[in-house]
DNA sequence: TCTGGGGTCCTAGGACCC
DNA sequence: TCTGGGGTCCTAGGACCC
């Protein structure tokens, strides 16, 4: 018998948590947006119903439906922090987890008896709701592709009761995968589906049933494994994740801006956010790329896109070399003219820290060294006590226009000691 | 007025080497 | 007609994910 997988997948996860701190939104169609007020990115139920696409701008919601919803800003300081409790009270129960993305975590329940599954996983549903607020369900089987469809059919099936098991020999996977479209399987979108579909496979199970070298000969070997992962094997790694080769700090502006000051202080504040994310991932980059953008949807303004990378001489985190690496980068892709919508910084190429060999030309002593790590260490525990960019280098202006749009913003209720919830009596 | 922000992996093809 | 053959490394770009 192979090892048996588990997904577990937070319902509507953006929602939920919105939900947990404003019971009065149950029941009730509630999205969240992207950055800036921009797009919807999670719905609950009722809003799925309404037929609100996903992606869609909110400003192109009719406003008959805009006012039957409850739209939220996105609030990631609250969805990571919730996160974070979900995945430790599955880890309670299941040691050996992998987090895939915010709202999903893969099981490996090996060593546990398929008879108990079942009540194993109820058990942390049930848990997870109590300690979090949060609903999930779990999808078993013996390949990640095959336990995200036995976890969609947990989340759709009300006979599952949140927990779906597939025998990946069974009939009641062959009927499954037959009536499932392949575009709709993990890993194939609309452009693949549509290679296939000219192939002849238009379903996930004709997709199962295909010569696995004929499909790594017409595709690549990620489709070959897709193939393999059908039939319930489970061959796709993940775990590789964990450390970033490339971290990226960017956003859109909440107003577009043809000020260089103003670029300048956008690009700066995310070269400090992208350092202190290799810091925080013990890593050290070895260069950056620094970028701007106009607004690509309005053709009727000049469009200009560049991008610029700095080789570091040596790997680095520290914010102050980050820092002018930027400003350089900036300095040299900078032109007057264009309004800009949007700008970012991405630290390239990581390495562990003090991985790199050391560079014959840095004559800074050791004594030095430390006092500068003492200095970065206290930065970040002060940033991370009291609030992101508490101490940053350059100071920056609230009413600067990148700052995000965020008019319907919850508070912080989990990770703000001023914004905890209050119990009226 | 308004349109997200991250990531990963794979392949093809060029540069370069012996 | 025919222009060596095999290998590595790097990069750009495509495709997909949440």
Redesign the pocket.
Known sequence: MRPVIGLC?CNN?YVSCERVFAPSLEGQPVGV???????I?ARSQELKDLDIP??Q????IPPSVRKKITLCS?NYALYGDMSRRVTETLRARCPAIET?????SFLFFDGFSLDDLDTHCQRMRYEVKRNTGIPVSIGLSTSRTLA?IANHRAKKDPACAGVCWLDPDSITMQELLEQLPV?E?????????D?LAAMGITTAWQLRQADPKHI?SR????QE?LVWELRGHDCI?TE??T??????????????TDNRFDVKEAIRM?AQ?GAE?LRKQGSEAQGILVFMKT?R??MDQLQYNPSI?IPLVSPSNDPRTILAAATEGFDRIWKDGYRY??A?V??L?TVDTGSAPKDLFDDTDSQDKQRRQALLNTIDKLNAQMGRDTLSFGGKRETAPWH?RRQHLSKRFTTCWCELPLAHV
């Open positions: 997948d996860f947006l992207s950055n800036n007020d921009g797009c990115i996903m992606g701008p909110a400003f192109q996105s895939y993305s915010i709202d999903e995200k575009d399987v993990w890993g194939v979108s609309r452009r693949l589906g290679r790594r595709f690549s070997v990620v494994k790694e590789s994740l450390k970033k080769q490339n971290i990226m700090t960017s956003r859109s502006f909440g107003r577009a995310h956010h994310k607004n949807h309005r990378v919508a949007k970012g991405m630290m190429d995000l």
